[in-house]
């Protein structure tokens, strides 16, 4: 099977790619063939949960204020964002009959509150504008094919578990991280990037929970905490506990790292919420580095405190009276929820390798990469999806632009 352009993955960056693709070759006047190539029964997946069901797509900060809530690759993010500005996707989800809300701190969600709403519109418009979209096809193998023509007419074959070959004159891998791995993002992405020659930076669970020393059983097995591990007596007082003003700080080998302000979740996985999730890029990658990690939570007393404190101090929690004003609990760290259950995956394809203004590789001509499975990743918020669609809509563009 022969087409113009193929995208690996129909998550959210690879539909976005799709549909800027076909209309780019449609505005150009040019017939083309877009083919979305996609492992699950259904698009987007993924997508699907986010926002627990809600789709926080974007966040509709300026670049400034956006750029700071990007912990990997925010300068080399710049062009995408600019292509897809947050304020142009909501205008692109509004003319295609989507309407938006923006919350607090300035998230934006379709008005329903309804993901499969994204997903649906998505799936719409990617048909309407002629992509073929090819379900259930999961792509085994990327080969470049005549890797020292320059411009060969198909530089691209593409193996599927169904035995099918397909050829196509360039190729978008959008095929996401390793998160979540029950909705189709299983790292294969990374594998072919590697093959033609990228580096993958390393990769680690981002935006998870952080299990405290002695929170689940059986912890002694390695930092990696299954979510399904059982809890011990202290994960049984805490578990369920959420505070809506915590303060937080993150101290790595006895030194202050982070400190966050905001909702803290106790949880069957450890500590989350917000500020957990805010602070636990940073800590997962220093365990990763054998760094000691603890967390020290403050809190106004209130009811909960007062029951919590004295179960906390005989379970050996140390637990700090701050006068009236406060308490405060330190918690070592003993492990993370791996990729199971994170919300994103820090590192990737290496964007020294690609190039920022097209998102195509500078290594194989032909070949672009757009969503998580660069290295790309930021907080929790809008952040996320707005880089897979930003990031798609320019690689969609420019793979269309350079076969047009
Ligand atoms: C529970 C949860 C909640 C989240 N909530 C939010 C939120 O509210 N706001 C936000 O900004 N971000 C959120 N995120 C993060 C966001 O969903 C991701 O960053 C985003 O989906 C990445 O998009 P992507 O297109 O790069 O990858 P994905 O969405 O992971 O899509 C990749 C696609 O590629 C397909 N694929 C993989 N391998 C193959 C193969 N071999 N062959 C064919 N297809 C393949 C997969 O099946 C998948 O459909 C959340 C993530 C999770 C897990």
Same mark, same amino acid.
């Given at each position: 099977m022969k087409s113009d352009l193929i995208i690996i993955g129909g998550g959210a960056s690879g539909l976005m790619a799709a549909y800027q693709a076909a209309r780019a070759f449609g505005d150009a006047g040019r017939p083309a063939s877009v083919v979305v190539l996609e492992k699950m029964p259904r698009v987007a997946r993924k997508l699907m949960i986010t926002g627990k069901g809600r789709c926080n797509f974007t966040n509709v900060k300026s670049w400034n204020e956006f750029s700071s809530h990007v912990r990997a690759g925010a300068r080399f993010l710049r062009p995408a964002?600019?292509?897809?500005?947050? !304020?142009?996707?909501?205008?692109?989800?509004?003319?295609?009959? =989507?309407?938006?809300?923006? !919350?607090? %701190?300035?998230?934006?969600?379709?008005?329903?509150?309804?993901?499969? #709403?994204?997903? #649906? =519109?998505?799936r719409r418009v990617c048909l309407g504008a002629g992509v073929k979209i090819q379900t259930g096809a999961e792509v085994t193998e990327v080969l470049q094919r005549c890797p020292s023509d320059k411009s060969p007419e198909y530089r691209f074959s593409v193996a599927t578990a169904d035995g099918e070959t397909h050829m196509c004159r360039s190729l978008i891998i959008a095929t996401g991280g390793l998160s979540y791995p029950t909705t189709g993002s299983t790292g294969d992405g990374y594998t072919w990037a590697k093959a033609l020659g990228h580096s993958i930076v390393p990769t680690f669970p981002s935006l998870t929970a952080l299990v405290p020393k +002695?929170?689940?059983?059986?912890?002694?097995?390695? @930092?990696?905490?299954?979510? !399904?591990?059982? @809890?011990?007596?202290? %994960?049984?007082?805490?578990?369920?506990? !959420?505070?809506? #003003?915590?303060?937080?700080?993150?101290?790595?080998? %006895?030194?202050? +790292?982070q400190s966050e302000a905001g909702e803290v979740y106790f949880t069957d996985g450890g500590i989350e919420g917000p500020v957990g999730f805010q602070i636990s890029r940073k800590a997962v990658k220093a365990m990763i580095n054998g760094a000691h990690v603890s967390l020290v939570v403050s809190v106004t007393p209130g009811k909960i405190t007062d029951i919590l404190s004295p179960k906390l101090q005989t379970l050996h929690v140390s637990v700090e009276e701050l006068g009236r004003k406060e308490v405060k609990w330190t918690f070592e760290i003993a492990g993370y929820v791996g990729y199971e259950r994170a919300v994103v995956t820090a590192g990737g394809v290496d964007t020294d390798e690609v190039l920022p203004k097209t998102l195509e590789s500078r290594l194989c001509p032909g070949l672009y990469l757009c969503g998580e499975v660069l290295d790309l990743d930021a907080d929790t918020g809008g952040y996320n999806l707005q880089i897979a669609f930003c990031t798609g809509a320019l690689a969609g563009q420019s793979a269309a632009k350079s076969l047009a």
């Open positions: 964002f600019y292509t897809l500005p947050p !304020e142009q996707l909501v205008s692109f989800f509004a003319v295609n009959g =989507m309407r938006s809300v923006v !919350e607090r %701190g300035d998230r934006a969600y379709p008005a329903s509150y309804l993901a499969s #709403d994204v997903v #649906d =519109m998505l +002695a929170y689940k059983a059986n912890e002694s097995k390695g @930092l990696h905490i299954d979510r !399904e591990t059982p @809890l011990t007596a202290l %994960g049984r007082v805490l578990c369920g506990v !959420e505070f809506k #003003d915590a303060r937080v700080e993150l101290i790595i080998d %006895g030194n202050v +790292a």
